[in-house]
């Protein structure tokens, strides 16, 4: 027999993890480490492994699964769970809020009251019902036709978003004796991406998206397999609620947001993106600003839910068929659509890299026609077993590049074929090679590939390189296809009479390049050498170069060893380096355009020459992003990127491109995306443009008065 003390402690350990759970999972906000709440769980397994009768329904201990069932029982909704119309155009929106003004006004009323609505994001995953008894969650189903769904309580146990008992002392928020919460099962956007890194790692399927993850996850019938999976949810609503006299909460509570507040007290996770609008103008801006924030969001949503407020009003406009009348579903344009795969062709990129490219039946997929779509390299290809004659969902999440999310394979017809790699490069018939080790196959022809150079050429004349205003790609196809330019040195003895005489080409916009090329000739060392396009030299690299070499030539005939004393350079980059100014032909160009007239300021001393002469440098005091990496993300109101990017380098931060665990900042502006997410994820600091305006002065001030 548990002694009283064993009671006491059960119970209070399961107090303490249902707190934790709570924080980490709803809140977000963790106050105990993971290791202490793995010491207290295990305190609480292994009371109720000695006294099974300290073992409640409700304990903590049942998230981990249990029992493999044979098949899910039926379960029979006490109240049906209903399905919503959809809305497409503002127009249909228009028409929903027309219905209703016309439903709630009286009979000879006018009908341009505006109407309070509940907006709230619709989560694309599933819509389950979960039953509290005397504030125990005791049963969990899933939709299934509306009216019978399935047993999928052991599996719900799991998820730990979930309560498993409603707060029970917590006056005045007294619960009913039986009530139902609606709500959606998903998996966020973050752990879908790692589910499937481990499917790929066990060489497992992958999933298509979190929806499809989240319903394999919970339909299985071992609930140790569905503990594994990390799935979240989020409340929507309520179905049965009987004993209401004892719903104070509830009762007290006239409107659908009001209900959601009551919710949320009740612990259970709701979207902080809901908000009351008024009237059709409310709709539309809610559903734009969610549509803009849609990528950033941790979930997948595919739409908004409009619902009017008042309960009263709800239940005065009551339901058609299987839906309400007072709300509806306004969806976004689909990210997913079905189409065939017509065939691969391979693309040929700046460093020869080959990618293979799917061709598509044209198909409307995120808010555009999509007719093509990245395979990113033959091993992908394999991956996913993919034959051309397929039929493939292709993907389009806002303004990524469309990619080939999945076959079906059921439809796969008999003449479908396998992809078979080129071994010579399509455009300029040089042997396609891949290195051990590398996934990519890339063309050997360097140069001498018309692709290649079409892509070093835009390389080099890109804004972050030696900004050639007004060379774009379509005229670095005409001019490399006319034979006027075959390396960087050709453009800068491009003449008038030459260029004008390529198609749809005047003597004006002639002109405007000719001086675009010329202004181009005062540039800096660092970005001359990023321009050159050598592998795995990015502008990073680049400007880290310059710095510690200061000029040039110190940089060609660098030895391996020295090029490894740079900031950041390791064996490839060296080795890169190396391969690319040991080539004559390269070193040639690198002459030709400095005799064409480009020219920057050399430093006058290097940090190599300073450090070899360390009496003679003026040691300035570390800046004040010393050692620090930071990653800008996001549109900053008023610094460029650039700027943004200068500033900090000169404070001594590494401006890296992505957030890991090692970045220390991120400076965030509008429209921050996933990296934003990532910082958040990972807990890294983030700022704005104005902190670090501020920062800058604060340190600046600091060392002049130093
Ligand atoms: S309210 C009377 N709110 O959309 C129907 N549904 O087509 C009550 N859904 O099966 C549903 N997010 O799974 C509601 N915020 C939300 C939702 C939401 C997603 C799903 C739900 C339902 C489907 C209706």
């Given amino acids: ?130 039953t509290y008894e005397d504030g125990v969650f005791v049963q969990g189903a899933t939709r299934g036709d509306g009216a019978v769904g399935e047993d999928v309580t052991l599996n719900l146990k799991t998820i730990r978003a979930i309560p498993l008992s409603l707060p029970a002392n917590t006056f005045p928020l007294k619960f009913p004796k039986l009530l139902e919460v609606r709500g ?17 790692a066990k060489g497992e399927k992958l999933f298509v998206n979190p929806r499809n993850a989240a319903a394999g996850s919970l339909r299985q019938l071992d609930s140790k397999l569905t503990a594994e999976r990390p799935l979240h949810f989020f ?64 979930f997948e949503i595919d739409g908004v839910v409009y619902k009017v407020n008042s309960f009263a009003a709800q239940e005065k406009l009551g339901f058609v068929s299987r839906a309400p009348r007072f709300a509806t579903a ?41 007719s093509n779509a990245t395979l990113h390299n033959e091993g992908e290809i394999r ?122 080409m005047g003597e004006k916009s002639a002109s405007n390049l000719l001086d675009g090329i010329e202004k181009s000739k005062h540039t800096t060392l660092a970005k001359f050498l990023f321009g050159l396009g050598i592998r795995h030299v990015g502008e990073s690299t680049a400007k880290d170069l310059a710095k510690y070499f200061g000029n040039l ?10 090029l490894l004393l740079v900031n950041d350079v390791g064996p490839v980059v060296a080795q890169s380096l190396r391969h690319f100014f040991d080539e004559l032909h390269n070193r040639e160009v690198v002459e030709q355009l400095r005799a064409c007239g480009i020219v920057w300021t ?12 360390t009496a003679l440098v003026n040691v300035k005091a570390p800046g004040l992003f010393a050692g620090k990496t930071v990653v800008l993300t996001g549109t900053l109101p008023t610094l460029s990127r650039e700027d943004a990017k200068e500033q900090l380098e000169a404070a001594g931060a590494k401006v890296a491109g992505s957030v890991s665990k090692k970045t220390d900042f991120v400076i965030a502006g509008a429209e921050a995306g996933s990296k934003l997410n990532k910082a958040v994820e990972l807990r890294v600091a983030v700022i704005d443009e104005a902190q670090l305006i501020e920062m800058l002065a604060a340190h600046s001030r600091q060392e002049k008065s130093n």
């Avoid at 659908?256 to 709709?283: D, I, T, Y």
């Avoid at 030539?553 to 020295?562: C, G, K, T, V, W």
């Fill in 602 to 613: 050399e430093q006058t001393m290097s940090i190599k020459e300073a450090d070899a002469n």
């Fill in 553 to 562: 030539n110190a940089i060609i005939h660098a030895p391996h060893e020295e």
């Fill in 383 to 504: 991956r996913k077993d993919l034959r051309i004659g397929d039929t493939v969902i292709v993907r389009r999440a806002g303004d990524v590049i469309p990619e080939v999310a999945a076959v079906i394979y059921a439809k796969r017809p008999a003449d479908a074929r396998e992809f078979v790699m080129l071994t010579r490069c399509p455009q300029c018939n040089s042997h396609i090679e891949k290195l051990e080790g590398e996934v990519i196959a890339r063309c050997t022809g360097g140069l001498f590939c018309p692709a290649q150079r079409k892509q070093a050429l835009l390389h080099f004349a890109q804004r972050r390189a030696m900004d050639i205003e007004g060379l774009g790609d379509k005229l670095v196809e005409q001019i490399v296809d006319a034979q006027l330019v075959r390396t960087p040195a050709d453009l800068y003895r491009l003449g008038l009479t030459a260029l004008a005489q390529l198609e749809r």
């Fill in 235 to 298: 409340a929507y609503g309520v179905g049965a609620v009987e004993d209401s006299a004892n719903a104070e909460g509830l009762n007290q509570r006239s409107s659908h947001a009001q209900m959601m507040n009551w919710l949320e007290a009740l612990r259970f996770p709701v979207s902080a993106e809901r908000r009351v609008v008024k009237g059709l103008q409310g709709l539309l801006a809610y559903y734009r600003q969610i549509g803009e924030r849609r990528a950033t969001l941790p």
């Fill in 330 to 370: 306004h969806k976004f344009p689909a990210e997913e659509a079905t189409t065939l795969l017509l065939g691969i062709d391979v693309q040929v990129g700046r460093t020869g890299a080959i990618t293979p490219v799917a061709r598509l039946q044209p198909v409307f997929v995120g808010g555009t026609t999509v």
């Fill in 184 to 200: 959606e099962v998903l998996m966020l956007k973050k752990d879908f991406a790692k589910l499937n890194d481990r499917q790929l």
């Fill in 1 to 130: 027999m548990p002694t009283p003390a064993d009671i006491t402690r059960a119970a209070e350990l399961k107090q303490r993890l249902d707190e934790h759970g709570f924080r980490y999972y709803v809140l977000d906000d963790p106050v105990v480490t993971d290791a202490e709440y793995d010491r207290l769980f295990h305190e609480l397994v292994a009371l109720e492994a000695a006294y099974p009768q300290l073992a409640r329904a409700d304990s903590p201990t049942h998230r981990v699964g249990g029992k493999i069932l044979a098949e899910f029982a039926e379960v029979v909704h006490r109240v049906p769970m209903l399905s919503l119309g959809n809305a497409f155009t503002d127009e249909d929106v228009a028409n929903f809020d027309r219905r209703c003004r016309e439903g709630l006004a009286a009979d000879d009323a006018d009908t341009n009251t505006e109407i309070e609505y509940a907006c709230e994001p619709k989560f694309d995953g599933l819509a389950i019902s979960l």
